[in-house]
């Protein structure tokens, strides 16, 4: 026999160690054997051998004296535990039928393991992925880790955490402190840390990564400084801090509207905290689906809860931190910098948010005209942007409509409908990740990276009206998982077959995320043939990618966004508010100007 052909025999024996598909493979936790599933999947005409660990419980059941608690850690299995089908999903509105198996026990992780040799000798670089959803919807059993973690040689492991009233009651009290889901994921890290070993990974190499409130919450996590040496770097796609309603102002809202939907008594705090902490966990999920059946966007203000200011796992109010950042050294602001920090938006994420005035049945048509727009849409707007905690005046509207209207176009019902989705694109995503991205450059030494994820995709994760012009919210997820997810009718991309062209921008995107996961740099050790040498973000150069079928260098991401949001507006509140004259203002020989108009 050639030795060529008997090196390879044993190269290619050596990366699928010598197991084939359909056998079981096993690992030896600390807290006991853990057999799963072996599969082989094709990637653009390459078969991976993976090993897929699904349902591993990493906590205590959170139920009856453990709901509203922190999370414990769970006793070793006493027997080898079987982890071959995902673990329920957490209680939630089954959105379009989906997920009609959710339950209050809840607390699983999914670990996906590449059978092949890791790059590092210390084992394979782990990335765990928080999903998104706001904080009431969604599991970790949709994003399938099979793919990017073959592809990537990394081991991908995806978490549920609690969702909801059960994740994030807050009473401003001991009794219901809040952030129970935070809490949740920050365990389930702690789980990684233990145990990744015994699955060939390396603990000394986890990122964390997410997207929508599942972004928000992993910027959390990096602003926790209870997560030192439990992961190094982190990857935020499309949720910030300081988008609407983030870390709201009030939770007894929803916690009384929970406890009167129950008949609990709410004069009485203790009391209304024993109702809700007794009650059986299928009259919390009916008071969810009445709520959102018979009104789905006003309902799911009502039922959605958020984190929230505990003085434990978040200090202050985000939009506060950005203040006192300026003149303080806070803690959480040193841990978020100790990381190695990758911050995204899509390019224009604001599109999923029309739904806000539109028949969901009817998006496709949706339209706008000036008329609409001045007098129903753009107050509408403002006041979902300021958290309803502003009246919109005349006056705000009025500098709103300037910024958000293509004056070369301004009655062209397309063009109005663009700008409606540029203004929600800015509130929500692009503000708030431009200036948690200024706070984390300012001053680290472990690295920040910026992308504008802007490629055309066919395959869309969340609704998408069919007038959409540009990427909208969760359309890099289809190429950062490879394609790979359960679900089908809310996620219409889990059938959807990505074309030759889509498989490659995936392929490319999978090495940025993984290079990053193994060495803290989205260009090392491997390149792509359309990629580019991503620059690192500095608060000077403020260079960024733009990925697309071909990528490209960018600089200077929505800084006049920014200037507009977080100082100009301000400014005009301030003195709105406070009454104050406009000391520099030009003023004409006669000393004389009109009340709200130019001096003459
Ligand atoms: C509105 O904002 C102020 C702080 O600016 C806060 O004290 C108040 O609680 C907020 N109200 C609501 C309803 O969010
Ligand atoms: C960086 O932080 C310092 C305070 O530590 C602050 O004065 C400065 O304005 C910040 N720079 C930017 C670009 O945010």
Aim: proline share 6%; aromatic share 12%.
């Amino acid at each position: 026999m050639n030795s060529w052909y008997l090196a390879i025999l044993v190269i290619v024996f050596y990366e699928v160690g010598f197991c084939t598909a359909g056998e079981i493979p096993s690992v030896d936790t600390k807290l006991g054997t853990i057999t799963g599933l072996r599969k082989t999947i094709t990637f653009l005409g390459n078969d991976h051998t993976v090993d897929s660990y699904l349902g591993i419980p990493y906590a205590k059941p959170p139920v009856n004296e453990r709901r509203f608690q922190k999370p414990e850690p769970r006793e070793p299995f006493s027997e080898p535990y079987q982890a071959n089908n995902f673990g329920a999903a957490c209680l939630q509105f089954s959105w379009f039928e989906e997920i009609t198996d959710s339950s209050e026990d809840c607390l699983f992780l999914n670990v996906y393991v590449p059978n092949s040799k890791p790059d590092e000798s210390g084992g394979h670089a782990v990335m765990l992925f928080i999903h998104g959803g706001g904080f009431t919807l969604g599991t970790g059993n949709t994003y399938v880790g099979e793919t990017l973690a073959s592809v990537g040689n990394i081991i991908v492991i995806t978490i549920n955490y609690r969702l909801g009233l059960f994740g994030f009651l807050d009473l401003y009290d001991e009794d219901g402190p809040g952030n129970f889901g935070l809490w949740d994921q920050h365990l389930a890290l702690q789980w990684v840390n233990e145990n990744i070993a015994a699955f060939g990974g390396d603990n000394a190499r986890v990122t964390l990564f997410g997207e929508s409130a599942g972004s928000t919450a992993v910027v959390l996590q990096a602003l926790y400084p209870g997560n030192k040496g439990l992961f190094r770097s982190a990857i935020a796609e499309s949720g910030a801090i300081t988008m609407p309603f983030t870390v709201p102002y009030n939770h007894i809202k929803p916690a009384t509207y929970f406890a009167e939907s129950m008949n609990c008594n709410v004069e009485n705090k203790a009391e209304m905290f024993q109702c809700l902490q007794q009650a059986p966990a299928e009259n919390v999920l009916k008071v969810i689906v009445d709520t959102i059946t018979e009104d789905f966007s006003g309902g799911s203000v009502k039922v959605t809860l958020n984190p929230s200011v505990d003085g434990e796992f978040i200090k202050r109010r985000p939009a506060d931190m950005y203040i006192e950042a300026k003149t303080e050294i806070l803690e959480e602001v040193d841990f978020f910098r100790s990381i190695t920090f990758m911050n995204g938006i899509n390019a224009a994420e604001g599109a999923v948010f029309t739904i806000m005035h539109a028949d969901p049945q009817n998006i496709d048509s949706f339209k706008v005209s000036r008329e609409q727009m001045n007098n129903q849409v753009m107050p509408a707007a403002a006041a979902l942007a300021f958290s309803f905690n502003r009246t919109v005046t005349d006056a705000l509207k009025q500098l709103l409509l300037f910024e958000y209207t293509d004056w070369k176009n301004p009655d062209d019902p397309d063009r109005i409908r663009d700008q409606l989705v540029r203004f929600y694109s800015d509130v929500f995503f692009n503000v708030p990740a431009m200036e948690l991205s200024r706070l984390h450059a300012n001053g680290t030494n472990a690295g920040s990276y910026v992308y504008n994820f802007r490629a055309d995709v066919g395959g869309h994760l969340y609704p998408t009206p069919s007038w959409a012009r540009q990427t909208n919210h969760g359309d890099e997820l289809g190429p950062v998982f490879g394609y790979n997810f359960r679900y089908n009718k809310i996620l219409g991309i889990s059938t959807y077959t990505p074309t030759e062209k889509e498989l490659r921008l995936s392929n490319k995107v999978m090495t940025y995320w993984s290079n990053f996961a193994k060495t803290r740099n989205p260009n090392e050790p491997k390149t792509d043939s359309t990629g580019k040498v991503w620059p690192i973000y500095t608060t000077a150069s403020q260079d960024y990618l733009i990925i697309d079928e071909e990528d490209s260098i960018g600089q200077f991401m929505y800084v006049r966004e920014l200037e507009f949001w977080r100082k100009t507006l301000p400014m005009f509140f301030e003195a709105i508010d406070h009454k104050s004259t406009v000391s520099s203002s030009p003023s004409s020989k006669d000393g004389h100007c009109e009340k709200d108009g130019p001096c003459n």
